[in-house]
């Protein structure tokens, strides 16, 4: 096992995605919101960067509303056909607007137009209030050199301080590593099934 655990995610994600898994960095992210309630939803892992995995969404969504309030969050992988699970714990924290803007302006047109169109976790009267929205900001854009990246839109970086990695094995004799950032280092340690 490796001393960084980014490693071995790093790893284990390049395998998945070898392994023909659909979205190999789909994660289910949970935040928990003013009242204390957890509230989990998929998101996709677009890069690990300086030991932190970085996604990207409507900062006025429910996640960004919640992380607003409390910024720990746990982030979970599961590739059932590798039998392999990465359970993450830590914070987050907004990257820079450089950075988002980076990003939004490598997604196609049509992303970067639903990103204005949506009002995402809001409640809406009907479908067609999205497409409405979506043709308006589509006929703004059509023509414009580059889709301005919306000021509500951008990316988190998370930042882990416990890693724990899950091996399915017969008998239901599973392997369970687990790191903890212990003082800016990690400390790995088995965890029995």
């Known amino acids: ?35 204390g309630q957890p509230s989990s939803r998929i998101v996709l892992l677009k890069q690990i960067s300086q030991g932190t995995l970085v996604f990207f969404t409507n900062y006025n969504s429910r996640k960004g509303r919640e992380i607003a309030v409390n910024i720990r969050v746990a982030a979970n992988f599961f590739w059932p056909e590798l039998e392999r699970q990465v359970r993450i714990e830590g914070t987050v924290k907004r ?18 137009i639903s990103a204005w169109a949506s009002p995402q976790s809001e409640r809406i009267p009907d479908r067609g209030f ?26 988190y970086a998370m930042i882990p301080s416990r890693i724990e990695f899950w091996r399915g094995r017969s008998a239901r004799l599973h392997d369970r590593i687990e ?15």
């Open 95 to 112: 990257i820079g607007d450089d950075e988002s803007g980076r990003y939004f302006r490598s997604r196609p047109f049509e992303s970067q």
């Open 1 to 35: 096992m490796p001393g960084d655990p980014m490693e071995l995610l790093s790893r284990w994600l390049e395998e998945a995605g070898a392994s023909g898994n659909p979205e190999p960095t789909a994660m289910t992210l949970s935040t928990v919101g003013p009242d």
């Open 179 to 193: 790191y903890l950032r212990v003082n800016d280092r990690w400390v790995m340690a088995r965890l029995a099934p």
């Open 130 to 155: 999205l497409e409405r929205a979506y043709e308006r900001f589509r006929k703004k854009f059509e023509r414009a050199e580059e889709v301005p990246r919306p000021a509500h839109w951008g990316g």
